[in-house]
């Protein structure tokens, strides 16, 4: 997920999401681990991660009985939450760790027809990416819609927009990150491998994450 959070509800906003929301993310079966990064620049921008048991986590029943109950400081919080892009993913590939001091997102897209020529030229290149210094992990996710209804948390947001794929790069060193987004992250070498021209690149700090081991 990523969202703008202005800075007069800044304080307010990590309060709840570190103390009420992750705690409650983290008590419900198949949540493993929370993360939240903000912006690398210092701006409004915020990027949170949530690593599940499965892809069917999403749409089960304990779940769902909370996105349609949120509490009263969730119902004041979300509102708040400006330009909110949700994806609920599939793990297309993964190396290495999942959290690091700063991460690199990269939201795109295949062009047209070539979806599966992208997967073939990213998961070998993520293998090699790992020898790379200042990289921790990296981690390629694709967009799939669940099958349930509207919840009460989307209803209070707004529409959310998503994103198609996603890659995630974390690391340990800034200017690699920034390096990397302006060369093989970059949207010239995406698109050669197959992607579609528009993506949109972020760089973050790291905030709070947690397991359920923690917060119990």
């Not at 309060?15 to 079966?29: A, I, K, N, V």
């Not at 700063?102 to 897209?109: E, G, H, I, N």
């Not at 995630?168 to 390096?179: F, H, P, S, T």
């Not at 690149?201 to 923690?214: D, F, I, R």
């Amino acid at each position: 997920m990523w969202w703008d959070i202005a800075p007069d509800v800044r304080a307010e906003f990590e309060h709840w999401h570190s103390h009420e929301h992750f705690p409650e993310r983290l008590g419900l079966p198949g949540f493993h681990r929370a993360s939240r990064w903000t912006s690398a620049s210092g701006g409004e921008g915020v990027f949170v991660m949530y690593e599940l048991a499965s892809y069917e986590t999403l749409s089960s029943p304990d779940y769902l009985a909370s996105l349609n109950a949120p509490s009263p400081w969730s119902a004041q919080m979300m509102p708040h939450h400006r330009h909110m892009v949700r994806s609920q993913c599939r793990v297309l590939a993964s190396r290495g760790a999942g959290v690091a001091r700063q991460a690199l997102t990269v939201r795109l897209s295949p062009a047209s027809g070539r979806g599966a020529e992208l997967l073939a030229a990213l998961k070998p290149r993520m293998a090699q990416w790992m020898g790379l210094p200042g990289l921790a992990g990296v981690h390629l996710l694709r967009h799939e819609t669940p099958p349930i209804a509207t919840t009460t948390e989307q209803r209070i947001r707004g529409a959310d927009q998503t994103a198609d794929w996603v890659l995630v790069a974390c690391g340990y060193d800034a200017a690699m990150l920034g390096e990397l987004a302006q060369t093989l992250f970059s949207e010239d070498n995406l698109t050669k491998l197959g992607a579609r021209p528009g993506q949109v690149n972020g760089l973050y700090a790291l905030s709070h994450s947690a397991t359920v081991p923690e917060i119990q």
